[in-house]
């Protein structure tokens, strides 16, 4: 099950500080992780197609940073243009994902290009997944909707450190380990036969 | 005759957990009648729900995990009744109870049980309840007795410094949470402690003496800096916690100093009036650093064994 | 009056009950020459010496049965005079087939012919090592080292501070204390044979300040003697370890993985001074010893005992059990911080043997071990400087290299950590297997 080893947010513990802080809600933490998993992607791609140029381990960070900026402020414009409230809401958050460690940690690929995207895809769709139910999840606790739509009782309030950064890196750690108890991790040595 | 063969040592200590944990309730004993007698039914019943809840999850913990059953050393007990003591006493019980079973499962339980809890959980399940229902966690009544039913939100000391004589700060007729206002209660416990050699005097007295200091510094009166808030409560039986603090004296030292100068820092610059839960909890999490960079000298190590 | 200069860390055990000296430390040694004797060939730290009788043989009191075997050989004599019963494996208290010579007493106690040196301030000097090693003596305060050895000086060193451990520390033995008061003067002779054999200018009697008699008697005796101190310490659980000991008396450390030679220190037992007198003064071999009987026996006793003597034979001396014999838990060789469990009462006693605990049923109850609360009260107590808590989390790791990273070799197996511990954590036994096991891993590499 490779795609659970690799997910960011419960195994390898990156972007998570995004995350915490901007995913408060449902809505932005969809749209936080849309926009980053969208560049992880296409940076990813584009870094595949030009890796056959660059043959220095240090010039091929570099460019990777670049790509991953370009990439990063596009995604910055469309948000803005889109959903301009969502993008105030996310903040330095928005144009952060050019530094966003999830990017900056992936291996160097020596495969081409339709690995590299694969590869984007699976952890991105993951990180999409994950982010946008933890702001569910804040959202819920804190303000009793979900995407906007009233579930709880309005007026009752669960519990306000969920909306906190603090409450959320609980929540974070409490998903994770359920996520470990239903899917316990497998060892290293394993990880290299599968 | 059947022979033991276990090995040397063959004599122990009377003290064990359970009897130093015991010796720490006794300790609690004055501050809470002080506190029932100050602020009432409500107070009993929060130390009530507190205590027998974290008794509860402990127990409820260990067994779902399958672990030995251990409430028996009431370390649950101490650490359920050190959190009702610090809660104002019109705490709803609900979330006393959600407390404690926070401080047992969470920062206790899942980091490995007795010993391996990274912060005081008393002191980190007060400061989630503070972060999640703020409103609850702020509602000082003014002492009123063993009657007191419908009371009159006040201001507490640390909130209108000068509102109170030195004289109500030591005795406790002031708004507080249950356990922190009677200050002679604390010191009395704090004897016992002594007495029973279950804490060293270092940390508390060096805790208190930094606290007066750095106060004093930023413009405040120590004594009243000392008397104020959580203070006293906290030096004695919070930053003594002993998974939490360092294990050499001089550690132990620049762990209590450092304690004082935050809580001073934090009422004289920032918007919380009440400086010690945080004080205590961010040292708590610096101990294993001091521990690492003030070690003990090992016997026939260093540049005083003489070698020929 | 006593030393202010103590030693970090260290416990007081048994301190509301005077360390269990009382029972024995008012009454005066009295001989006891058992029935027969299994003298053990392996009594000293080193390869067990060759048996050279066979059963049947006729042996005379002091002579030679056992040949000494390699550097750290010694040999061993007969510790009373008669036949011999059997040359065999015995059971030990840590050797369940120790190779003993095992005679039947005749009572006769007929000497062997002996070698005297004489008196030990006109005796040959260059004679006086060789007797000691001729005389079989190692350690009598249970480490049992070839005291012989402990005088091979290398080249480039030098002694010049003998220190004799009257501190018997160790709760319940008070057969140092009896010697020193019943036999100050031969004492004092050991030391200064000691002394010439290096030409050593200081010798230091160090006592516990629980001992006034003992620290009187043995002040009267160094009176007028060669560079013969006596020094009082403070009271304190192991202040009579080697270690310790060297750091109270003369300010300085024992560097680690060297030997108290390297410091300019040798240290002896009072026993074992007392021991080198008899072999230079009247060319005796170590035959006996003082070894204090107590804990549930009708009449606890310091008995000077041959070298052999089984338990049984001594707790009968004492009377017998004071209770029944199904409610018998244990009994230690040694005081309660370091001692061994006998296995039965059949193990024979060694020349380092020096008490007899023996507990009830009641008093054996191992109490459980529970979690560690990281109260650090083994760190305060541990006279080296470890880190107690933390290493026995290593060894429950079966991490040796971290082990040997915080300096277990470094543990002197005292006992303290494991005694002060709230939480009843099996600590100095747990230390004591993976030290043995590191270094059985640094033979295994270099051999």
Redesign the interface.
Known sequence: MAKWNDSPLFRLALAACAALVAATNAVNGLTLGLATGCVLVLSGAVAALLDNFIADEKGRVVLFMVISAVFAGIAQMIVKAVCGGTAAALGIYLPMIAVNCLLLARPADENGVGPAVSDGVKQALGFICLVTLLGALRELMDVGTVFGAQVLPKGLQL????A?P??GL?LLGLLA?LANLIKPKRSGKEDEAA | MKLNLSPAPHVHTNQSTRTLMRNVLIALLPCAVAGVGFFGFNALMVLVVSTFSAVAAEYLWQAATRQKVRVGDLSAAVTGLILGLNLPATAPLWMVAIGSAFAVV?VKG?FGGLGDNFVNPALAARA?LL????QYMTRWYAPAGLAAVDAVTTATPLSNPGGFTTLQLILGSIPGSVGEVCKIAILLGFAWMLYTKTVTWRIPVVMVASTAVFSLAFGNNPLTAVLSGGLLFGAVFMATDYATCPMTAVGQIVYAALAGLLVAVIRKFSDYPEGVTYAILLMNVASPVIDHFITRRVYGHGKEAKNG | MANNRTFRGGVHPLHEAHEGKSPTSGVATRDFNAKAVSIMMGMHLGAPSTPCVQPGDHVKLGQVIGEPVGFLGLPVHASVSGEVLEVGPVQSVNNPAAMAVTIKNDFKDEWVELHPLGDVETCPVDQIVPAIKAAGICGMGGAAFPTHVKFAVKEGQYCDTIILNGAECETHLTCDHRLMLEKSGRIVDGLRAAMRALNVKRGVIAIEDNKPDAIEAMTKAAQGRNGVEVMPLQTKYPQGGEKQLIHVVTGREVPTKKLPLDVHVIVLNVGTAYAIADAVIEGKPLVSRITTITGKVKKPSNLRIRVGTRVEDLIAECGGFSMDREHVGKIVLGGAMTGFPAPTTRVPLAKANNGVVVYCAKESVEPEETPCIRCGRCVDACPIGLVPFKLKFMCEADDMQAASANNIMDCVVCGSCSYICPAHRVLTSAFKAMKDKIAAEAKKGKG
């Open positions: 519990t306000a450190m969920a906190l603090a409450g609980l380990g | 969470i899942l989630m972060a999640s229902w703020p």
